[in-house]
T-cell receptor
């Protein structure tokens, strides 16, 4: 089992729809959870972080964390073509390392 | 604040050579982490330095090494390059470490021929 798992996609949604990106992790001691966006040919850009169970909202983005289920998700409301990118889930393990998932490719179609 | 800078941006080397990559973190950040990104393996953690000390290390061979200077700038060295070392090498800086938000530099694209 991979430490951080994401569906590679592509996830295709129409413009204006809600995109839902999911991530599971194996280390129950994980404390910090991050979502990065990476455009093709660019470096990852931090878009959300969450430390506590529940939801955290920032503009069109909502991160959801469920530690009991070892599950973290990212919702993007009113998706725009400019949101088309690879979204990387990252989890800070109890060994102090930041472990990344393979990423989910999101395509937002006009 | 200036972001994370990495030099050089592109490198072409041949097998057996060695290479040194440089990273300057965001001012005030004391933690620098290095990652290797390849299409097949994704983003893989190499090591983390905090206040000039290696605090964590990933599962890479000893050919990969690093160091951090008193001004928090960090260098990464790869000796005896192999074809499989071709990758995008990213450094990320944060205030305190991986449990904090990390901010990535633009990366160094290394091609080994």
């Amino acid at each position: 089992q991979k430490e951080v798992e994401q569906n590679s996609g592509p996830l295709s949604v129409p413009e204006g729809a809600i995109a839902s990106l999911n991530c599971t992790y194996s280390d129950r001691g994980s404390q910090s959870f991050f979502w990065y966006r990476q455009y093709s040919g660019k470096s990852p850009e931090l878009i959300m972080f969450i430390y506590s169970n529940g939801d955290k909202e920032d503009g069109r983005f909502t991160a959801q964390l469920n530690k009991a289920s070892q599950y973290v998700s990212l919702l993007i409301r009113d998706s725009q073509p400019s949101d088309s990118a690879t979204y990387l889930c990252a989890v800070s393990s109890n060994t102090g390392k930041l472990i990344f998932g393979q990423g989910t490719t999101l395509q937002v179609k006009p | 604040k200036a972001g994370v800078t990495q030099t050089p941006r592109y490198l072409i080397k041949t097998r057996g050579q060695q290479v040194t990559l440089s990273c300057s973190p965001i001012s005030g950040h004391r933690s620098v982490s290095w990652y290797q990104q390849t299409p097949g393996q994704g983003l893989q953690f190499l090591f983390e330095y905090f206040s000039e000390t290696q605090r964590n290390k990933g599962n890479f061979p000893g050919r990969f090494s690093g160091r951090q200077f008193s001004n928090s700038r960090s260098e990464m060295n790869v000796s005896t390059l192999e074809l499989g070392d071709s990758a995008l090498y990213l450094c990320a800086s944060s205030l305190f470490g991986s449990y904090n938000e990390q901010f990535f530099g633009p990366g160094t694209r290394l091609t080994v021929l």
